[in-house]
């Protein structure tokens, strides 16, 4: 019997859907999860004045921050996608996405001369000036500490931070035994536990065209990023900015990409207990490279699509290939929600 | 009045770091809190650790631990539990702590440690408590001190004995928007007051997920009717404590009913209750909880004649009514519009910050509350300060939450006498 359960936090909707012999065991299992991505929510928001992460983005710049053993995971994996991509990957960008207009009530440090921003960003380019973003972030892993190296250092994990909440969340229902679950954030970043009951993954459509290519997920994560998804108009009203920013030139993504989805080779927890979260900061990579790096680890599948109206071109990569066709499968019956 | 500033705490600053204990030159091995929200004060000083055991190592203890790591002297090294997979899981998250099944394993042999938190099962604070002020430790219990009003006053006859701080984790009393809210609520701004309302609403089934049979009598304590102190307990003994707080005052009655509407697994612990708390001069409390829905989480409101105030942890807003006077600063403050009513938020620095053109930037709590409840504990030990929430108080808040569970359990009106409160 499947049992569904949701909460709202940052800033979407978060869905488990859990299938187990003993189906009275689920109720609970469900709220411990909801109540770990919720605790993430709390501590990661770069909305929330008391979470960790302002308090990081406050004093890092001061002195070390001490970092609990699965942030300091998150932060190395932010900055080994930085390193791999090239910058295309940079979640320590939050000035310029406030100045762009796309983070409206992001607590960002202020109040304190030394970090007025402003004072750090080149009028030229409107990035800050000196080392940026992830380049300038130390991680030290003997004393488990996070310290930035420049004033315009301000993180905002963003979509990663979903990424990590389900990974956490799959962790969480691993430890308890569940064998066949499907956790999402927003649809857009999904974790998979074995299968659904007669099937032989978890079938999920990368977009909402019809002939959007569908991938047979079965532990596995899924990511699927695109620029179309949030913008916001500028001032004057001259042109909009989209949500994916390239870090390296402070302007939005601009490759032709319509949509980018990276999904983790079939690992089990043991070999990458943060797949989410890595295969988050590789989509959003990928919609400001335009095409798929040889840094890319190849344990990930990447897909990308082109155009901006269907039909799209689809390019596909990976390990994961043979388990991606552009029609649903036929096959044994999927229960409702195992499809986002 | 909106430029008042929080003394000693560093709420309004934006540059607040991680708190020092630095043990002062000629000081008789005190250490005395250096309350300065910058890092360049201390740096550089020397400072002894403070070891602390956390005993408990549940969701709340991990709240407690994350806090405790922004105090730059405070060293956890000792973490108890009785539940190997929680206590294993806490051991992860504190580099180089010892970890322990037994409480009194703990006191014998982590010689080190002088300050403990008890975030146990409710039922279990009292037998832990007396052992750690019996081996002469500060103490912070978390709320609600106990399960039984024998058990709170017990632990509080202890507390009188003891030379060292004994803290019940009252969050509200050191909560600085709180503290904030409190002088308007007691200045001409509200007025004289009304009648009040608070809920805490939230969508779980309250039960702890188990993955050995042989734990479930442990970790679910809140639903076994025979130790748990229901909603009115868990949830109300916080939002109670703050009406009991900006009164000045204890309710004399409580009623209440109580019942399932969710949750029909057959559990004899309400999932919905509500309850009604009258004062002696007729001012009355209108509380409900349930673990059905959780719009509007919670809050507690009073209601005076020239405004309301609503309190929600991390944010205070309040109303005012059209006919109230108006204030000088009300011209810059900042607003938030909620359906047809707009609240003035209650912004600790507001003087400073709008001067500066940075008032939104003081909205909300800039740490969780459990940080200044902690900070409120560890400071009364380094200055060698009465707690801000003693004992005695915390007997308080906690029997008048046993009696409102009482009063939800039978659907009856019980009178709360003032001897009861006492110890």
Not at chain 1, 194 to 215: C, E, K, N, T
């Amino acid at each position: 019997m499947i049992h569904r359960a949701a909460c709202f936090a940052m800033g979407t909707r978060f869905e488990l859907v859990l299938d187990d012999n003993d189906p009275s065991r689920l109720g609970p299992i469900a709220d411990h999860v909801l109540e770990e991505i919720t605790h993430w929510h709390n501590r990661l928001s770069l909305f929330r004045r008391d979470s960790y992460l302002s308090y990081i983005n406050a004093n890092a710049i001061n002195a070390a921050v001490p970092l609990e053993p699965e942030l300091f995971e998150l932060f190395s994996i932010c900055l080994n996608v930085h390193r791999q991509s090239d910058g295309a990957f940079d979640p320590a960008i939050a000035p310029l996405m406030t100045t762009l207009g796309l983070h409206e009530g992001a607590i960002l440090p202020a109040g304190d001369q030394s970090r007025d921003h402003g004072t750090h960003i080149d009028p030229a380019s409107g990035l800050p000036l000196g080392p940026r973003g992830m380049a300038a972030v130390e991680l030290d892993a003997d004393r488990r500490t996070i310290r930035f190296h420049s004033p315009g250092v301000v993180l905002d994990l963003g979509a990663i931070a979903k990424g990590f909440a389900i990974d956490m969340a799959a962790s969480h229902l691993r430890e308890f035994g569940i064998e066949r679950a499907l956790v999402h954030g927003g649809t857009s970043s999904i974790v998979a536990i074995g299968s659904p009951p007669d099937a032989d993954g978890w079938r999920i459509a990368m977009g909402s065209d019809a002939d959007a290519p569908v991938i047979t997920l079965c532990d596995g994560a899924l990511s699927f990023s695109s620029p179309s998804g949030r913008s916001v108009e500028t001032p004057d009203g001259s042109h909009r900015n989209t949500h994916i920013i390239d870090p390296r030139v402070g302007a939005p993504a601009d490759q032709g990409v319509f949509a980018a989805a990276v999904a983790s080779a079939l690992t089990g927890n043991a070999v990458d207990p943060w797949p989410a979260a890595r295969c988050e900061a590789w989509s959003t990579a990928l919609v400001v490279l335009g095409s798929r790096p040889e840094s890319m680890p190849e344990t990930l599948t990447s897909a990308m699509a082109r155009g901006s109206n269907p039909p799209r071109q689809w390019s596909i990569v990976g390990p994961h290939r043979p388990y991606i066709t552009h029609t649903i499968p036929p096959g044994p019956s999927v229960s409702q929600g195992s499809r986002c | 009045m909106l430029g008042t500033d929080f003394a000693h705490l560093p709420a309004g600053s934006p540059s607040n770091g991680r708190r020092q204990f630095i043990k002062a030159a000629g000081a008789t091995g005190v250490a005395i809190l250096a309350l300065t929200p910058e890092w360049s004060f201390a740096a550089g000083l020397s400072a002894d650790p403070i070891n602390i055991a956390v005993i408990g190592a549940g969701r709340h203890a991990r709240a407690i631990l994350d806090e405790l790591s922004k105090f730059e002297n405070a060293k956890v090294t000792a973490i108890c539990d009785i539940v190997p997979s929680r206590l294993s899981a806490a051991l992860r998250r504190v580099q180089g702590a010892t970890g322990y099944a037994d409480h009194k394993d703990l006191l014998a042999k982590a010689t080190d440690v002088t300050v403990v938190f008890v975030v146990t099962p409710t039922h279990t604070h009292k037998e832990i408590s007396l052992d750690a002020i019996a081996a002469g430790k500060h103490v912070f219990i978390e709320a609600p001190m106990a399960h039984t009003i024998e058990d709170c006053a017990e632990i509080a006859r202890a507390a009188r004995s003891s030379s060292k701080v004994v803290h019940v984790g009252l969050y509200a009393r050191s909560n600085p928007i709180y503290k904030l809210a409190r002088t308007f609520f007691r200045s001409d701004s509200v007025r004289d007051l009304v009648t009040m309302r608070a809920q805490s609403n939230r969508k779980n089934e309250w039960r702890v997920p188990v993955s050995d049979p042989k734990d479930d009598r442990a970790l679910n304590w809140r639903l076994d009717p025979q130790v748990s102190i229901g909603l009115p307990g868990e949830f109300g003994c916080h939002q109670i404590d703050v009406f009991n707080w900006y009164l000045g005052k204890y309710p004399v009655s409580v009623s209440g009913t109580g019942s399932i509407r969710l949750h029909k697994d057959g559990r004899k612990v309400p999932d919905t209750t509500h309850a009604t708390f009258l004062f002696e001069d007729g001012a009355r409390l209108d509380w409900s909880a349930t673990l059905a829905n959780s719009y509007e989480g919670q809050y507690e409101v009073l209601y005076g004649t020239n405004a309301a105030i609503k309190l929600a942890w991390t944010a205070a807003w309040m109303f005012k009514e059209a006919d109230a006077p108006t204030q000088g600063w009300e011209v810059y403050a900042n607003r938030q519009r909620f359906h047809n009513d707009e609240g003035i938020t209650l912004i600790a620095d507001a003087t400073k910050l709008a001067s500066q053109g940075k008032l939104k930037e003081g909205v909300g709590l800039p740490n969780p509350p459990v940080y200044y409840a902690i900070g409120d504990f560890i400071d009364a030990i380094a200055n060698a300060k009465p707690a801000v929430v003693s004992a005695d108080e915390g007997l308080r808040a906690t029997a008048i939450s046993i009696l409102a569970n009482k009063a939800v359990l039978d659907g009856s009106r019980i009178d709360i006498s003032p001897d009861s409160l006492k110890v």
